[in-house]
């Protein structure tokens, strides 16, 4: 049975590109790029060509603004706590929105016991927030706004570039989440002033455990992880060069007509998924929108009358990997967050959606076996509860 790969929000299988880079670079690079000597000067080498690679990717004044770490959740953690504490004697007030990934709910929901407040903006039910409220949030002692590119689960994308117009002569720092959005939209740091950014290489078919903050020059806060002075001391530990390398490679194939194409191609499979289960017949619903603003990789489906759990394991049974939402609660039966936050604790929805998510290796014929497993599915499910 071949296994189909319908979640690459969670995660994606690393390029043939990337991973003949990497491998070339633990059998020939594997010196300490902090060293002074001949096999460390050729891993540093390796290493600031990679930060100078990412740093253009989202136009950065300075390859220096890059901060490489271990993946999205450390950048995210890093931006919150120690923006937080660098900057209290300013204020302690932060915003964000009830549906940020929890790399940055729980490190605030950390700082509130410190006494930070914290102001989380609703959204509506396709899943965006009103810059209205986001406008009469904002206060003399904000000090950080953190609010992410596109959203992880139903695919709702932030209006980024009019929040950071506000903030430009504001004392507020301005971090996003673009863990999801990098290598689909176009990110620039400068037009739409971003002070912080997080991402991560596994997202886009690069290597896990490496991912990188961006930091304005000027934006100054101490380093979460210490020890030695990597990163010119703003991140210890020993430089993960073969991953840097795979990372900036992953990044080299995102060109801008790539990501364009993709987003082109994306939207079409969303469309697709949502006409073949409308022609079989199945009852559901799309949780957020199926416009070109949102980020086209994910479509979050209510299938009702179906718990996720039932609907989850009967695909996998099918080899077919969806998601209840997202991969890092997928463990658990703790209800989305998100969809919470869309629709209300005492919707059907929280409990009967499921997420699926297109990636570089996605086909049509990928979809079409998804459409006919759902509907063999939901027909069998519905003939037992009749003959019940």
């Known amino acids: 049975m071949k296994e189909i790969y319908l979640d690459n929000a969670a995660t994606t299988p690393m390029s043939p590109a990337v991973l003949a880079e990497m491998t070339d670079k633990m059998a020939n690079v594997f010196g300490n790029a902090s060293t ?53 004697k300013l204020g302690k007030h932060i915003i964000t929105t009830a549906i940020e990934h929890k790399a940055i709910l729980e490190p605030l929901r950390a700082l509130e016991q410190e006494g930070f407040e914290v102001t989380y903006l609703p959204v509506d039910q396709q899943g965006h927030i009103s810059l209205d409220d986001f406008k009469a949030a904002l206060r003399d002692d904000t000090i950080l706004v953190s609010i992410m590119t596109g959203n992880n689960e139903v695919g709702s994308r932030m209006p980024i570039h009019e929040i950071g117009e506000i903030l430009k002569d504001h004392q507020a720092w301005f971090h996003t989440d673009a863990v999801q959005a990098y290598g689909l939209l176009d990110i620039d740091v400068q037009r739409d002033h971003i002070d912080m950014l997080s991402t991560s290489a596994h997202k886009i078919n690069g290597p896990k455990m490496i991912g990188f903050l961006y930091r304005r020059e000027g934006v100054n806060f101490p380093s979460l992880v210490k020890g030695g002075d990597q ?18 490679t ?33 009852d559901f619903a799309v ?41 890092c609660t997928a463990g658990s039966i703790e209800p989305s967050h998100v969809l919470t936050a869309m629709f ?45």
Request: hydrophobic fraction near 35%.
């Open 287 to 327: 949780n957020g929108s199926l416009d070109g603003e949102n980020l086209n990789h994910v479509l979050n489906l209510w299938i009702k009358g179906i718990s996720t759990y039932v609907m989850q394991t009967n695909l996998d049974l099918a080899g077919i990997a969806v998601s209840g939402g997202s991969a």
């Open 344 to 388: 209300g604790a005492d919707s059907p929805r929280i409990g009967e959606s499921l997420r699926l998510s297109f990636g570089t290796y996605t086909t049509e014929a990928d979809l079409d076996a998804f459409i006919q497993a759902v509907t063999k599915i939901v027909t069998r499910l519905k003939h037992t509860n009749e003959v019940k």
């Open 231 to 248: 990163e010119e001391k703003r991140r210890a530990g020993t430089e993960n060069v073969p991953a840097m390398a795979g990372f900036a």
């Open 250 to 282: 992953a990044v080299q194939a995102l060109t801008p007509e790539v990501k364009a194409k993709r987003q082109a191609k994306y939207q079409g499979f969303k469309q697709h998924v949502v006409d073949g289960l409308t022609a079989n017949g199945v």
């Open 36 to 88: 002074l000597y001949g096999l460390g000067r050729e891993a540093h080498t390796v290493m600031e060509n990679s930060r100078q690679v990412i740093a253009d990717s989202i136009n950065a004044a300075s390859d220096d603004e890059i901060i490489f770490t271990s993946g999205g959740s450390e950048s995210d953690n890093t931006a919150i706590t120690q923006t937080a504490h660098a900057r209290q």
